[in-house]
């Protein structure tokens, strides 16, 4: 009984198309791989995370900075790739948490989150600052909270709508008068916005 | 007064004092698509019996979020305005919430067509465009009042903890060892489809 019920948790969170996910998730590690120059990598070390870690934490000793800006590209193209097979919402499963998490440890993590915000591109930006919106404050760096300050200026409703959630997730940042600068295009936005900034004063 | 409620994307549709988007016609394309994600031609909506039941009806949408949100909003619809123009059936069944008390306020929109959903197109419009209108039929929902009324109804046993969302769980201290468990077997199973 049980096992029955376990098996039914289990199977209620696969995506009913995990079979392509997993093909773009293998997609994914190995742009990641190549982004790290291991173009003439073997697959089979792909399938073995461990490997794989030990891999990456080898490379990241020896990491050069002369490529910094070309991987975090890449690495941007391969999570492109993963969201765009990916629906975004509050209430949908969110798979790239996953990734972006892992990400988040890694050194070009940073940069990831400046070439995001370049980028502008509309699923990736609203993707990472819904990762960025479940975290603790605790939790949060200063650029991760830059980025989230960008998206909130960014002009765009929906972005803003996000980013602004995570800030009242949040329930806190670092320079409240800064906040009072922002102008969001909608009224129902905006007036939670300063809400937050009357609250907080 | 009754009204039928339902969970709204306010950042999608046009801000308060804009009056270009008198004809629905101009609403993107975006608007349509994220706010009706109909199933069989059908939306949910809740009933409640008057004004004074939005927090708790917003207490039944919040117990079932897997992820954080601080606050949200709902649209009312005067109940007479929507029986009227729409079918409507009343569908305890396809409740979604995991507080028992409220399947029964559950009702689905049915047999919508292009032309059903122009027309609830047209009243939330002309609702997020006025702002007495705004004031009177959108409300905002604090989630952790929320978390509190879904807690005094898990202690009368009014709940259903197994359809409690993940978020709500954490919040509420009421994780077990066999949600921990399902989530390691979640990432065994996710390491052996990588695997094969």
């Known amino acids: 009984m049980l096992g029955e019920v376990l098996l039914a948790g289990m199977f209620s969170v696969i995506p009913v198309s995990h079979h392509a ?88 993590y940073n940069s990831f989150l400046w070439q995001a915000n370049l980028d502008g591109n509309l699923k990736v930006c609203s993707a990472i600052s819904i990762f960025l919106s479940q975290k603790d404050y605790s939790a949060i760096t200063a650029q991760e909270e830059n ?55 | 007064m009754a009204f039928l409620v339902r969970k709204i994307n306010i950042e999608q549709w046009p801000k308060g004092t804009n009056k270009d988007f008198t004809c ?46 601080a606050v949200f909003r709902l649209i009312l619809f005067p109940y007479e305005l929507i029986d009227k123009n729409f079918q409507l059936e009343h569908t305890p069944k396809n409740a979604d919430t995991a507080i028992r008390k409220f399947r029964n306020c559950h009702y689905d929109m049915c047999n919508l067509t292009y032309g059903s959903l122009g027309l609830l197109a ?36 009014e709940v259903d903890e197994n359809l409690l969302g993940r978020y709500v769980k954490k919040e509420l201290g009421l994780e077990t060892d066999k949600d921990r468990e399902i989530a390691d077997l979640e990432n065994k199973l996710k390491k052996l489809t990588k695997s094969k």
Request: contains cysteine; proline residues 1%; hydrophobic residues 35%.
């Open chain 1, 21 to 108: 996910n997993a093909t773009r998730k293998y997609e994914i590690q190995t742009a990641i791989f190549s982004s790290r120059g291991y173009e003439n990598f073997i697959p089979e070390e792909l399938y073995f995370p461990e490997e794989g870690n030990k891999l990456l934490q080898m490379e990241s000793k020896t990491s050069t900075q002369k490529n910094f800006n070309n991987n975090s590209d890449k690495l941007l193209t391969a999570f492109k790739c993963l969201i765009s097979d990916l629906r975004i919402g509050f209430d949908e499963e969110i798979d790239y948490f996953d990734f972006l998490f892992n990400l988040s440890e890694e050194e070009d």
């Open chain 1, 147 to 201: 980025f989230i300050i960008a998206m909130l200026k960014s002009g765009n409703v929906q972005i803003q709508s996000i980013a602004l959630t995570a800030i009242l997730n949040w329930d806190e940042v670092s320079d409240i008068n800064y906040l009072k600068s922002i102008k969001i295009d909608n009224d129902f936005l905006q007036e939670d916005l300063t809400e937050f900034i009357e609250h907080k004063a």
């Open chain 2, 24 to 69: 629905i016609e101009n609403l993107s394309a975006d608007t349509i698509i994220k706010e009706f994600n109909t199933s069989g031609n059908a939306l949910s909506l809740w009933k409640i019996e008057n004004e004074s039941e939005i927090k708790e009806i917003g207490a039944s949408f919040t117990s079932r979020f897997k992820t954080k949100q």
């Open chain 2, 122 to 157: 047209s009243i939330i419009t002309k609702y997020t465009t006025d702002t007495e209108l705004k004031d009177k039929y959108i409300k905002k929902i604090d989630v952790k009042e929320s978390l509190q009324i879904i807690d005094a109804y898990r202690l009368d046993k």
